[in-house]
């Protein structure tokens, strides 16, 4: 009985020494993975910084404004972040799209979208498309050594000018004798682009005249937006009989309707025949006397 007593403290103490020596080791193993875990961090963190890139950039201005069916020139920059090297192939492959077009058929002209080294000033062109007030926006893609958190994806817009336009008020066509004045109206309709001096519609001119010179009493230089509902203007028509074709022609930031025409007549007045009446004669008698 004493043997047996004395034996079981030495087993409890070796089970409980076997438990310290197990928890050491799991904790040891928890150390060596957490340190291994931040070893592996700081190895990303090292290569993140030392990467190397062939970026892009934007060139002021980003956003023009255009005639219909006009052409605008934009640049773009590669940056070289250690990695626009041509002697090892390496660089930037730029892919250039319309990504919107409101105007109708906008097309891009690039050049050779691979490029191997740095360029402060890389050209492409946008012609605009035939539609007043349209948009254009443009993105240049970086597809090759990109920097992920860089400028990869650029923004370009092209605007086409918003329209001033044109419309005919009656009469169209008037009549009057040859020197008389005839007063006509048109219309500035804005749509958008009669905000500025630069958005001038309505220059008069005579187109044909067969009267021997008629005249146009207008604003010189025509009418300039705003919005006009009746912009009036005046024909006196020449000496003789005929015609007289007067055009009222858009200038800038035009609409569909590029031109108004009207027509003035020079009518001769007719003149007066005057007949003498015969006087009327008899002969009662018919003895040639007449009376």
Request: hydrophobic share 35%; net charge neutral.
């Amino acid at each position: 009985m004493r043997l047996h007593q004395s034996a079981t403290p030495f087993v409890r103490r070796q089970s409980s020494t076997r438990g310290r020596a197990g928890n050491f080791f799991t904790q040891a193993m928890f150390l060596l993975l957490l340190l291994m875990g931040c070893a592996w961090s700081q190895d990303v963190k090292a290569a993140a910084a030392f990467a190397v890139y062939c970026n892009l950039a934007t060139n002021a201005p980003t956003v023009q404004n255009g005639g219909a069916g006009t052409t605008l020139t934009f640049t773009y920059q590669v940056v070289d972040a250690g990695n626009c090297n041509p002697a090892t192939g390496l660089g930037t492959h730029d892919n250039i799209v319309i990504t919107s077009d409101s105007s109708g058929g906008a097309t891009i002209t690039a050049g050779n979208p691979y490029i191997g080294t740095e360029n402060p000033s890389v050209p492409f062109t946008v012609q605009l498309g035939p539609t007043r007030g349209g948009q254009v926006v443009i993105h240049v893609r970086c597809q090759l050594n990109c920097d992920p958190s860089g400028s990869s994806d650029l923004t370009y817009t092209a605007n086409v000018n918003p329209v001033c336009n044109l419309a005919t008020n009656i009469p169209l066509t008037q009549s009057g004798a040859p020197g008389a004045s005839l007063n006509y109206t048109f219309q500035i309709v804005d749509q958008g682009g009669c905000t500025t001096a630069a958005a001038t519609s309505g220059l008069i001119n005579i187109a044909a005249d067969t009267t021997g010179g008629a005249t146009i009493t207008a604003p010189v230089g025509g009418y300039t937006g705003p919005a006009n509902a009746a912009a009036p203007f005046t024909v006196q028509l020449g000496p003789n009989p005929g015609t007289v074709r007067i055009r009222v022609s858009c200038q800038t930031n035009c609409g569909a309707t590029d031109s108004l025409f009207y027509d003035a007549t020079a009518v001769a007045t007719p003149k007066m025949s005057l007949v003498k009446g015969l006087s009327s004669y008899t002969d009662p008698d018919k003895s040639g006397n007449v009376s």
